[in-house]
Nanobody
Framework: QVQLVESGGGLVQPGGSLRLSCVAS????????MGWYRQAPGKQRELVAV???????RYVDSVKGRFTTSRDNAKNTVYLQMNSLKPEDTAVYYC??????????????WGQGTLVTVSS
């Protein structure tokens, strides 16, 4: 069994910052890509940021220069630092990890989602 637990969402004013965290636990041998999706009301889920095992990152154009993703492999944790937040960043944010389990299978696992609301 593998679990991903997210934290760090909330209400913030435009221009503010939030940091999301996502911790993976359970029957894990290794974690490959880690990242974040988001889904705004009435919109499709979109990929926000990805970080590879080697630390390479990529971002959706709308967050480049404002969001930074990082990982702590020793803690099986991925972070999303969000700065200069805009109302259009309001969404439920989901972390994901591509995990090699102790049964030698590889799956994508998802966090429960955390709501980020950017509003004055």
């Amino acid at each position: 069994q593998v679990q991903l637990v997210e934290s760090g969402g909330g209400l913030v004013q435009p221009g503010g910052s939030l940091r999301l965290s996502c911790v993976a636990s359970g029957s894990i041998i290794s974690i490959r890509d880690m990242g974040w999706y988001r889904q705004a009301p009435g919109k499709q889920r979109e990929l926000v940021a990805v970080i590879t095992t080697g630390g390479n990152t990529r971002y959706v154009d709308s967050v480049k220069g404002r969001f930074t993703t990082s990982r702590d492999n020793a803690k099986n944790t991925v972070y999303l630092q969000m700065n200069s937040l805009k109302p259009e960043d309001t969404a439920v944010y989901y972390c994901y990890c591509r995990i090699v389990t102790t049964s030698r299978d590889t799956y994508n696992y998802w966090g429960q989602g955390t709501l980020v609301t950017v509003s004055s």
